[in-house]
């Protein structure tokens, strides 16, 4: 009977061994995993920071569309109305 035991003694003593290092794997992991993890509120401040960028960057778009779009219908000067330039004032 002492022949039975031994494997049986082996195989749970393997058994408790692999158990062992597995739970301090583990341990080890979630221990380390809130230095890995992104913290949720940075990331909810970092998505509304480019949300507002977002909206900013499209009204000064649409300004600037809206001011070129002025320029153009403007009707350009021609030469006999062009503002003196001081060039042209000291000759």
Request: charged share 15%; glycine share 4%.
């Amino acid at each position: 009977m002492s022949n039975n035991h031994r494997p049986l003694n082996f195989l749970v003593l393997l058994l408790a061994g692999a158990l062992a290092l597995s739970l301090g794997l583990n341990g080890f992991l979630l221990y380390n995993q809130p230095a890995l993890a992104v913290d949720y509120e940075d990331l909810q401040e970092t998505e509304a920071d480019l949300r507002l960028t977002q909206r900013l960057l499209a009204r000064c778009q649409a300004s600037h569309q809206q001011q070129d779009s002025l320029l153009a219908l403007r009707p350009t000067l021609s030469n006999s109305n062009a503002v003196p330039t001081a060039t042209a004032t000291a000759q």
